[in-house]
């Protein structure tokens, strides 16, 4: 029903598939799957959708659209209002909490580096000639070893994470 639906008002608005596919920022063959039966929009797309069409949602979906009086209409509309602000209060908590996530990452991984330095490891002068050293310092040795070559990538991919995550204006 939904595909039915959907080719019919974007026929009805005398758009194409390609027309409607650049309104919503998809490509062509999404809206020939939607009309297809072949797969169905995302909620968030499902929105997009009934705003280019200019439809509600309900619509969309199938179901009978009762006209209800002008009060009525605005109830729905200020609920609508306030579920998607929390929508987009929810989407922008967990963007900024991945972004801090990889800020704090980073930080992490610099302070372990200056850490390292400041400890005066000695990572490349251990003489494991001497017992009690060649097993004492295997555990530190390894992990500064392992650790050091994968720090600049962790801090690389963490810097790159925080950038990709970051407030858009």
Known sequence: MLNENIKALRKAKGLSQEELAIRLNVVRQTVSKWEQGRSVPDADMLIALSETLETPVSALLGEAVVEEAPDGVKAISERLEVINLRLAR???????????????????????????????????????????????????????????????????GAMAGAFATRRKG
């Not at 989407?91 to 996530?101: D, P, V």
């Not at 005066?120 to 000639?129: C, E, V």
């Open 90 to 156: 929810a989407k922008e908590s967990r963007r900024r909490a991945l972004h801090w996530s990889f800020v704090a990452l980073g930080a992490i991984v610099i302070l372990a580096l200056v850490a390292l330095s400041l400890w005066g490891s000695p990572y490349l002068d251990w003489g494991f000639s001497d017992p009690e050293m060649a097993v004492v310092g295997t555990f530190p040795h390894g992990f500064e070893f392992v650790f050091v070559r994968l720090a600049p990538v962790v801090f690389v």
